[in-house]
Nanobody, 122 residues
Framework: VQLQASGGGLVHTGGSLRLSCAAS????????IGWFRQAPGKEREGVSC????????YVVDSVKGRFTVSRDNAKNTVYLQMNSLKAEDTAVYYC????????????????WGQGTQVTVSS
């Protein structure tokens, strides 16, 4: 079971990025996938969660209306579309799964991918 987050980079305030969470070793569509972020000097926080029925939730109020999580089952990938980025969105972003088929958000995450750095400059 492996997850790999990618798509991070450096953008200006108001810009957009799309992060990808690619799965290997399992079929991602049956599992909850969560996105998290950790900013320098801060604790990791949950950003979003999507379950196998594509029901999604956004944990952080500040991203509601700006971030959208989606799934492409053909590519075995979950995406986090981030629009109207702000400096406070700067963080390392991670994806994770509980690896329990059919579970619904929220869950206890077990497998974590390596993060991808998102830097938003003003």
């Amino acid at each position: 079971v492996q997850l790999q987050a990618s798509g991070g980079g450096l953008v200006h305030t108001g810009g957009s990025l799309r992060l990808s969470c690619a799965a290997s070793g399992f079929t991602l569509r049956y599992y909850v996938i969560g996105w998290f972020r950790q900013a320098p000097g801060k604790e990791r926080e949950g950003v979003s969660c999507i379950d196998n029925s594509d029901s999604s939730t956004y944990v952080v109020d500040s991203v509601k209306g700006r971030f959208t999580v989606s799934r492409d089952n053909a590519k075995n990938t979950v995406y986090l579309q981030m629009n109207s980025l702000k400096a406070e969105d700067t963080a390392v972003y991670y994806c994770a799964t509980d690896y329990v088929p059919g579970s619904t958000c929220p869950v206890e995450y077990v497998y974590w991918g390596q993060g991808t750095q998102v830097t938003v400059s003003s």
